[in-house]
């Protein structure tokens, strides 16, 4: 796009990073790690098999867990991006060849999801706040 096009308003953009999520074998000592440090959980606990903390004051960023029995870890992590529109960006993926691993979906964490592999397998999530 030159310096003098607008974009298409209509077009499902890339807004900001959400959050990361790291795999661990251990929920119980990775909750009780991160609480140490002073991180504070908006979601699940040391019995959960997917934790969420607040990163920075304005709890607009996220640090997630989650667990990962095999070993060894198989799953390094996963890369939160907020996108203005799931479903068009998921329709956007479609359009370019690229097979997102599931339609877009509304979590129990209050956002409408979609995950897709990069080509290094490294997940992608894109996600907008319900």
Do not use: C
């Amino acid at each position: 796009m030159s310096g003098d096009q607008q974009p298409d308003e209509r077009e499902a953009r890339i807004e900001s990073l959400s959050a990361i999520t790291l795999a661990t074998r251990d929920m119980d000592r990775a909750v009780r790690f991160y609480e140490a440090l002073g991180f504070r959980m908006l979601y699940g606990g040391v019995n959960e098999a997917f934790t969420s903390f607040a990163l920075g004051s304005s709890g607009s960023s996220y640090l997630n867990l989650t667990s990962e029995t095999h070993s060894p870890i198989q799953f390094w992590g996963r890369v939160i991006i907020y996108v203005s529109d799931v479903d068009a960006f998921y329709r956007k993926a479609l359009a370019q060849g690229i097979e997102p691993q599931f339609a877009p979906r509304d979590a129990p964490w209050n956002e409408r999801y979609f995950h897709l592999t990069d080509p290094d397998g490294h997940e992608l999530s894109f996600a907008r706040p319900l």
